[in-house]
C-alpha cells in the first residue's frame, strides 16, 4: 500500500500547481466496500487511511495534508465508471483504484479524457495500461503490481517443471477480463512447455455450482486445474472437484490470497499452490 500511494505522489508532483493550489490534496478512491470483492476493499480502504494518518500527522505532503474522496463501486464495471465520472466532476488530482481488471480497464477512458491519473492496487490485466483499440499506452494510468502474462506464465511452468503436469485443466469465469485472460496465458505457456490442456469450461459470474463442468473434467484425468478466480469460488470448486473424485492438483492466483480460501475450501484445498 505504500507503494501505490508513492507512486500516486509521484504523479501529483509532475503536475505541479494545480495539485497543490489548496492546503488539502484530495484524492480519489474508487472501491468495492460492498459486492464481491468487498473483503479486499475493505482492507484497502482501512490501509489508506491509515497510511493517510500517518503522512499527515508527520506534515503532509509539502505541508499539505492528504484527503481521500471515496465512493464505492460495488466490484462492478458500470457502476466503476460512474465512480470514475463522480470523482472526475469532484476536482480530484489523481484516483487510487478500481482494484479489479475489468472495473479499472471500464474506468480508464473516463480518467485518460479528463487527464486524471488512475494508479491502481491489484488489477493486473495488461490492458489497464494499455489502450486495447490502439495497443497504445494510456497516459494516465498507471500500476504498481506484476501483471497476468507474469503470472499465468509461472504457473505453468511451476506446473510442467516442478509438478511434473502433463495434462492440464483450466476453470474460469468467462464474464472476468482477469480470469479470461489468465486462462489464456496459462494455457499458451502450458503448451509451449510440452503439456496438453485436455479441457478448458467456463461459468458465469457469481455462479457456485462447477459439478458440470468438473464432471467433464473428470473423465479426461488432468494433473492440475488452473482456477484462476476468487478466494470463494475456487474453495467451493476445490470441494465440489474432491466430492467427485478429482484428484487432480490445484493451481490458483493472486486472487486466492485470502483466509477464506482455507475456511469454505477446508482440506479440499490442501496440496493447491498460488
Known sequence: MKKMLAVAAVVLFTLGGAAFASDVIRIGHTVSLTGGASMWGQSEARALDML???INEAGGVLGKKIEFVRYDNRADGVESVNVARRLVNDGVVAVIGPAQSGNAIASAPVFDRAEVPMVVSTATNPYVTIDQRTDKVRPFAFR????????????ARFAVTDLGAKKGAILYDVGSDYGQWLAR????????????????????TEELDYRAQLGKMKELNPDVIFIPTTQKEAA????????LGLKATFLGTDNWGSPDLLEL??????????
Open 52 to 54: 493517510a494518518k500517518k
Open 144 to 155: 504498481p503490481c506484476f501483471i497476468d502474462p507474469f503470472q499465468g506464465t509461472v504457473a
Open 185 to 204: 496465458y496459462f494455457e499458451e505457456a502450458f503448451v509451449e512447455k510440452g503439456g496438453e490442456i485436455v479441457a478448458k469450461e467456463a461459468f458465469r
Open 236 to 243: 467451493m470448486a476445490a470441494k465440489q472437484a474432491r466430492d
Open 265 to 274: 475450501g477446508g482440506s479440499a484445498i490442501n496440496g493447491g499452490y498460488f
